[in-house]
């Protein structure tokens, strides 16, 4: 049974930062396709951050250069680095996963089959 578990997400001021955790178990992070999505309210759900099995990674124009996914293969775990963070971060953020070829933030949502409870952040001006 594959699990996603999130934590980290909270309330900040602009400029703040935030790492959020994504703990997985019934698969092996290191050998899928790991991401993050963001759904604000009343806005479609879209895709911040990907890490491919082969270590390569997308992001989001919108957060290129200030969002930074890794992982810990050790405690099988994928991590969002949030600096900088806008207001218009402010979004309710979800850890997900598939295992299927193709790994970007330019996947459809709907193939990804593995989602977390999800982890709110709010950023205040």
């Known amino acids: 049974q594959v699990q996603l578990v999130e934590s980290g997400g909270g309330s900040v001021q602009s400029g703040g930062s935030l790492r959020l955790t994504c703990v997985a178990s019934?698969?092996?992070?290191?050998?899928?396709?790991m991401g993050w999505f963001r759904q604000a309210t009343g806005k479609v759900r879209e895709g911040v951050a990907t890490r491919s099995d082969s270590g390569s990674t997308s992001y989001a124009n919108s957060v290129k250069d200030r969002f930074t996914i890794s992982q810990d293969n050790a405690k099988n775990a994928l991590y969002l680095q949030m600096d900088g963070l806008k207001p218009e971060d402010t979004a309710m953020y979800y850890c997900?996963?598939?295992?299927?070829?193709?790994?970007?933030?330019?996947?459809?949502?709907?193939?990804?089959?593995?989602w977390g409870q999800g982890t709110q952040v709010t950023v205040s001006s």
């Open positions: 019934g698969i092996i992070a290191s050998r899928a396709c």
């Open positions: 997900a996963a598939r295992l299927y070829p193709g790994c970007s933030v330019s996947v459809a949502r709907d193939n990804f089959p593995y």
